[in-house]
C-alpha cells in the first residue's frame, strides 16, 4: 500500500489550491462531442443554457467564446478552440483564456481579427481571477484573417456570453454559500439563521435569478439591445455578490482550499469586459433614447 | 423557454391601449391623474370605465364566461394590468375586483353570494375596499382585533381598519374581523359599507389624498349570510386570495414608462447629454427589464399551473429595488418635478412612496424567499 497520493492522482487536488483550475480534459470532450456546436446546430439560446451550466462547476472551462461568439462570426466555420475573446483596444494588456486559447477573436472595433495561437505566441499570466489569464508575447497578424464590420456583433455575443457565464457561476457561488450557512455555526445557531443573513442572499439570488433570464432573452432575440441589458445588469451588480458572499463565509471564503473563489473570481475577471456597466449602460442609453445630442426619442 | 408574445397576445395589448385611448377623457391627465387613482374623483370616474370596459369585454378577461369572463388566461390579465397601470390606473380601486375579490368569491362564496356580487363586480360598477390593516396588525394580519361577536343569527362587529384606500366611496368592505381567541381565528365578511355604525375619516399622507383613510366599526350588526365560508376560514381564504396578488402591481412597466418620461424631461433641459446622467438611465432601464422577465417567468408558471414557489415573492423584491433607484433617479436629476414641474412623475413618486410596505413589507418578501425558497433556518 502507498498511503500517499500517486502522481496522476495528486494533479486535481494541487490545481483546486490554485487561483483557477482549468479542466483541458473536459474542455476536450465538450469541444470533441459537439456541445459547443449548440447554437449552430439548435440555437443560440441552447448555448447559452449549455454556458450556464458549465459555468457552475468549479473547474473552468472555455465555453462562452466557442458556444456563443464564434457561431455568430462564422456560422459556417468551426475556428479551433478554446477561444479568447480580445479587446484589440488592450492588445498588449492579459485576456481571459489567452493562456489557452488556439484561437483569439481580436474586435478591432469595426472589424474583428481571426488569430490562431502557436505555441510561444502567449505567456501565462498569473493573476487572483479564476480564468487562465494570458498575454501576447509578440504582436499578432491582425490583417491574415478579418471579418469586416462584425465588431458590433462580436460585442453582443461577447456580452450575451458573459452575461450566462455570471448567471451561472453567481448560482453555483449562491448555492454553494447557503449550503455552508446552514451548516456553519455561530453563537449557539446556523449562520444562515441570522435575518441580516437570509436578506442579503435573497437579494444575492434575485441578482442571479435576473441574470439568468436576461442573459436567455438575450441569446434567443440575438436583439443587440437585449445583449446590452444583460451585461449592464450583471456587470453592475458584481461588487455586491463579492462582498456577500465572501462575507457569508468567513476567513475559510479567503482561502484557496475553499471552492468559492473559483466563482466569485470568474464574477469579477468579467466584470469590465466589454466596457464594462457603465459602458453598457451608456449603449442602453443610445438604443433606446437615442445618441447623445439626439433628441429624437425611440416609441416604446 | 421562448421569450416572444405570440400574435393573440400582441393583438390583445392593443385591444387594451385602444379601449384606454378612446376611454379616457382629454384631460385625463391633468384632471384625474392629478388628484390619484384613490381620489373621490377618480373613484367615480371608475364606474364609468370599467363598465364601458366590461361592454368590451376587458374588465374580467380571465373570468369563467358564467360569471361574465372570457377564460382567457393569465398572460392576457397581465396584459391588462400593465397597461392600466402605465394609464394611470382608470380603473381605480376596481382592479382589486377583478384581481382577487372575484375570484375569492368565486371559490369560498355560496351561491347567493356568487349570484349577488359576481355579476355586479364584472359590470364594473361597484366599489370595494379591502378591510385587513389595523393599527397594530398591518405586515402582521393574524395580530388584527377587530372583533365579530355571534349574536343569533347575525354578528356584531367592533373595532378599526386603518390604510384603507377607497373607504369612502366603497359600496361593499372584504373585511377580516377575529371571530375567536386563536391567532388565526378570523373570518371573513362581506359588509355594505352603509351599515349603520360604520364610520370612515381620511388624513392626508405621502400619497396622494384619498389612500389613507381609516374606517371605525362600532356595534356593526351584520347578517350570518354576510360571512364568506365558514366561520374562523377567514386565514385560508384571504392566503389564497392574496395569492392571486402576488405578482402585485406591474412595476416594471409603470417604472420603464416614467423613466422614458424622466429622459424626455432630462432632453427638454437640454441635460441628457451628460454621460453619467445616461449610464445611470440606462442602468435602471436594465434593473427593470430584469424584474420584468422574472415576473413574467411567474406569471408563465401561473398559465402552466405550476406549484406556487417564492419566485413571486423575489420579483417583488427586484422591481422594487428598481423603483428605488428610479425615485432616486428622479429627485437627483429632476428635483422640480416634485415642486409642480411634471405631474405624471410626481404621480409615479407619490404612489411609489409606500411600495415597499403595501400588500406585505418587503422585509417579509425576503423572510418568506429566505425561508421557503432558500431553505434557510427560522430564526428560534
Given at each position: 500500500m502507498r498511503a500517499i497520493l500517486l502522481d496522476h492522482q495528486d494533479i486535481p487536488q494541487s490545481q483546486k489550491l490554485d487561483y483557477c483550475y482549468f479542466h483541458s480534459a473536459l474542455q476536450d470532450v465538450l469541444q470533441e462531442s459537439g456541445f459547443l456546436n449548440a447554437a449552430r446546430e439548435v440555437d443560440p439560446l441552447a448555448a447559452a443554457l449549455l454556458v450556464a451550466e458549465a459555468a457552475k462547476i468549479p473547474p473552468v472551462v472555455e465555453v462562452g467564446a466557442s458556444a456563443l461568439i464564434a457561431p455568430a462570426l462564422m456560422p459556417d466555420e468551426v475556428p479551433e478552440g478554446p477561444i479568447a475573446y480580445v479587446d484589440g483596444a488592450r492588445l498588449d494588456k492579459p485576456h481571459r483564456n489567452l493562456a489557452v486559447a488556439k484561437t483569439a477573436f481580436v474586435n478591432l472595433g469595426e472589424d474583428v481579427a481571426v488569430v490562431s495561437i502557436d505555441e510561444g505566441d502567449v505567456e501565462r499570466v498569473e493573476t487572483i481571477y479564476a480564468y487562465p489569464f494570458g498575454k501576447f508575447v509578440r504582436k499578432p497578424d491582425l490583417t491574415r484573417s478579418v471579418i469586416a464590420s462584425a465588431g458590433a456583433t462580436a460585442t453582443q455575443w461577447a456580452r450575451v456570453a458573459l452575461a450566462a457565464e455570471f448567471a451561472g457561476?453567481?448560482?453555483?457561488?449562491?448555492?454553494?454559500?447557503?449550503?455552508?450557512?446552514?451548516?456553519?455555526?455561530?453563537?449557539?445557531?446556523?449562520?444562515?439563521?441570522?435575518?441580516?443573513?437570509?436578506?442579503?442572499?435573497?437579494?444575492?439570488?434575485r441578482l442571479a435569478k435576473g441574470a439568468y433570464y436576461l442573459a436567455m432573452k438575450a441569446a434567443w432575440s440575438k436583439a443587440p439591445e437585449d445583449a446590452m441589458v444583460a451585461a449592464c445588469y450583471v456587470?453592475?451588480?458584481?461588487?455586491?455578490?463579492?462582498?456577500?458572499?465572501?462575507?457569508?463565509?468567513?476567513a475559510m471564503g479567503v482561502t484557496t482550499e475553499h471552492l468559492l473563489h473559483f466563482w466569485t473570481y470568474r464574477l469579477r475577471a468579467l466584470q469590465s469586459e466589454t466596457g464594462g456597466a457603465h459602458g453598457a449602460a451608456l449603449d442602453i442609453a443610445d438604443s433606446r433614447w437615442g445618441a447623445a445630442g439626439d433628441n429624437g426619442r425611440r416609441e416604446c | 423557454m421562448e421569450f416572444g408574445w405570440p400574435k393573440e397576445h400582441v393583438d390583445y395589448r392593443r385591444r387594451v391601449r385602444e379601449a384606454i385611448n378612446e376611454l379616457l377623457p382629454p384631460d385625463w391627465e391633468?384632471?384625474?391623474?392629478?388628484?390619484?387613482?384613490?381620489?373621490?374623483?377618480?373613484?367615480d370616474f371608475s364606474r364609468e370605465f370599467c363598465a364601458a370596459l366590461a361592454e368590451r369585454g376587458l374588465l374580467t378577461p380571465h373570468w369563467p364566461a358564467e360569471y361574465g369572463g372570457s377564460e382567457s388566461e393569465d398572460w392576457q390579465h397581465f396584459i391588462l394590468g400593465?397597461?392600466?397601470?402605465?394609464?394611470?390606473?382608470?380603473?381605480?380601486?376596481?382592479?382589486?375586483?377583478?384581481?382577487?375579490?372575484?375570484?375569492?368569491?368565486?371559490?369560498?362564496?355560496?351561491?347567493?353570494?356568487?349570484?349577488?356580487?359576481?355579476?355586479?363586480?364584472?359590470?364594473?360598477?361597484v366599489i370595494w375596499c379591502q378591510g385587513f390593516s389595523e393599527p397594530g396588525a398591518g405586515t402582521d394580519l393574524a395580530a388584527l382585533r377587530t372583533k365579530a361577536v355571534r349574536a343569533g343569527d347575525k354578528y356584531i362587529i367592533n373595532g378599526s381598519k386603518i390604510w384603507t384606500s377607497y373607504a369612502r366611496k366603497a359600496d361593499w368592505c372584504f373585511l377580516l374581523a377575529r371571530t375567536g381567541e386563536g391567532r388565526k381565528e378570523i373570518s371573513v365578511f362581506l359588509l355594505p359599507m352603509n351599515t349603520p355604525g360604520i364610520s370612515v375619516s381620511s388624513y392626508p399622507g405621502l400619497p396622494k389624498y384619498g389612500h389613507l383613510n381609516e374606517v371605525y366599526f362600532t356595534d356593526v350588526e351584520t347578517p350570518v349570510s354576510g360571512l364568506l365560508g365558514e366561520e374562523g376560514a377567514g386565514w385560508d381564504i384571504v392566503i389564497h386570495a392574496l395569492s392571486y396578488e402576488r405578482v402585485g402591481v406591474p412595476r416594471y412597466h409603470t417604472g420603464l414608462h416614467a423613466l422614458d418620461m424622466a429622459v424626455a424631461a432630462l432632453k427638454k433641459e437640454g441635460r441628457f447629454d451628460d454621460p453619467i446622467i445616461r449610464s445611470r438611465a440606462g442602468m435602471i432601464a436594465a434593473q427593470f427589464e430584469g424584474a420584468k422577465l422574472m415576473t413574467y417567468s411567474v406569471v408563465d408558471q401561473r398559465v402552466k399551473k405550476?406549484?406556487?414557489?417564492?419566485?413571486?415573492?423575489?420579483?417583488?423584491?427586484?422591481?422594487?429595488?428598481?423603483?428605488?433607484?428610479?425615485?432616486?433617479?428622479?429627485?437627483?436629476?429632476?428635483?422640480?418635478c416634485l415642486a409642480g414641474g411634471h405631474l405624471l412623475l410626481d404621480d409615479y413618486y407619490r404612489v411609489n412612496v409606500p411600495a415597499g410596505v403595501t400588500g406585505g413589507a418587503n422585509e417579509v418578501q425576503l423572510d418568506l424567499v429566505a425561508q421557503r425558497g432558500l431553505g434557510l433556518p427560522r430564526m428560534s
Open positions: 457561476a453567481a448560482q453555483a457561488a449562491i448555492d454553494f454559500t447557503v449550503d455552508y450557512v446552514k451548516q456553519r455555526t455561530v453563537f449557539g445557531r446556523p449562520v444562515g439563521s441570522f435575518q441580516a443573513v437570509q436578506h442579503r442572499l435573497v437579494q444575492c439570488s456587470q453592475s451588480e458584481v461588487q455586491k455578490l463579492m462582498y456577500d458572499l465572501h462575507q457569508f463565509n468567513g | 391633468e384632471t384625474y391623474v392629478r388628484e390619484s387613482y384613490a381620489s373621490d374623483l377618480q373613484i400593465e397597461e392600466m397601470k402605465a394609464a394611470g390606473e382608470p380603473r381605480g380601486p376596481q382592479y382589486m375586483n377583478v384581481n382577487w375579490i372575484g375570484p375569492a368569491l368565486m371559490k369560498y362564496g355560496n351561491d347567493e353570494q356568487r349570484e349577488q356580487h359576481l355579476r355586479g363586480i364584472a359590470s364594473g360598477k405550476l406549484p406556487p414557489n417564492t419566485d413571486a415573492n423575489l420579483s417583488r423584491v427586484a422591481a422594487l429595488e428598481a423603483v428605488n433607484e428610479l425615485m432616486n433617479f428622479i429627485v437627483e436629476f429632476l428635483p422640480d
